[in-house]
């Protein structure tokens, strides 16, 4: 639906549109790192990634069927297809996205958000990013929410962590003549559930 929509937009609007394509297929045989012991590995995954651009607003969309996936939940309903969405509104001297929000803070030390399919994880934080670009000054700030699924071992498919992040970040970077540097300010809270609290206990 969200696809068909924006090719009929791109057809009445002066739209810009590309899409990328990617299909994920393979039916064998897996086997448990910590044994020999095999077991049936089937997956199917669709990836769908489209780029749209209207004026000064830009839309990405990650749309992902997957069933069965190579790693994590199936997805295979409309509520649950949507990897990752953001939408950029270009000013003069600044920038505001809204959605999914991928940045690096601190030389990745204060806040580090990615993607990354092939071990299925995504750090990204949900909410709103605004940037204003000065001279030689960014000033910069960020709110949003984030659920981060984890696993204690890689073998395993489902995560087996999971994480519930609030996060409020403000700050500015700068690039004189002297060097380059930056301020930041973080407000976090974590939530943990009992059972990933478990994953963290050894018992002897």
């Known amino acids: 639906n969200i696809f068909v929509l ?61 069933d069965p996936p190579l790693l994590g939940s199936k997805k295979n309903n409309l509520s649950d297809v949507i990897n990752s969405f953001y939408l950029d509104r270009k000013f003069k001297n600044s920038n505001l996205r809204i959605g999914n929000i991928y940045s690096l803070y601190g030389a990745g030390l204060s806040l580090y958000t990615f993607p990354d399919q092939d071990i299925d994880f995504d750090n990204s934080v949900k909410g709103f990013e605004y940037v204003y670009n000065a001279d030689r000054i960014n000033f910069f700030l960020l709110s949003g929410d984030a659920e981060v699924e984890q696993r204690t071992n890689p073998a395993i498919i489902i995560p087996d962590k999971t994480f519930d992040i609030d996060v409020g970040i403000v700050g500015f970077d700068y690039d004189s003549d002297f060097g380059y540097g930056h301020f930041l300010i973080k407000n976090q809270n974590t939530i943990i559930d009992n059972l990933t609290l478990q994953t963290f206990i050894k018992s002897e």
């Open 6 to 66: 924006l090719v009929l937009l791109n057809l009445g609007f002066s739209f810009s549109t590309s899409y990328s394509y990617e299909l994920k297929y393979g039916n064998g045989d897996g086997i448990i790192s910590t044994s020999d012991q095999s077991f049936e590995l089937n997956f199917l995954e669709h990836f769908l990634k489209i780029n749209s651009s209207y004026k000064k607003y830009d839309l990405f969309i990650e749309i992902e069927y997957s």
